[in-house]
């Protein structure tokens, strides 16, 4: 199996900077797609941010120019870093990570979630 551990979340002033971690483990033998999530309180969940194997990365609307994406295949790690964050930022922030591991003598496929971190913006 594979786990995500979060980590970075936290309580900022609107204006500042946050810095997201997702890293997994287990037997993994290759990681596709890796994104990010957010879910404020009486929404549904959503996409924020993705990277794709190749480094092509797409956002939600609401956060060009101030998020950026960014993944460490040999940490087996992604990243978001989190500028000029706004009121309307404040959500738990989930990470998403797809690929195969191994079972065994066989390949499979996973698609894990992190635990979710809080991030919440004060004026």
């Known amino acids: 199996q594979v786990q995500l551990v979060e980590s970075g979340g936290g309580l900022v002033q609107a204006g500042g900077s946050l810095r997201l971690s997702c890293a997994a483990s287990?037997?993994?033998?290759?990681?596709?797609?890796m994104g990010w999530y957010r879910q404020a309180p009486g929404k549904q969940r959503e996409l924020v941010a993705v990277?794709?194997?190749?480094?092509?990365?797409d956002y939600v609307d609401s956060v060009k120019g101030r998020f950026t994406i960014s993944r460490d295949n040999a940490k087996k790690t992604v990243y978001l870093q989190m500028n000029s964050l706004k009121l309307d930022d404040t959500a738990v922030y989930y990470c998403?990570?797809?690929?195969?591991?191994?079972?065994?003598?066989?390949?499979?496929?996973?698609?894990?979630w992190g635990q979710g971190t809080q991030v919440t913006v004060s004026s």
């Open positions: 998403q990570i797809g690929g195969a591991y191994w079972s065994g003598s066989y390949r499979r496929d996973f698609d894990s």
């Open positions: 287990g037997s993994i033998f290759s990681i596709n797609r």
């Open positions: 990277i794709t194997s190749g480094g092509s990365t």
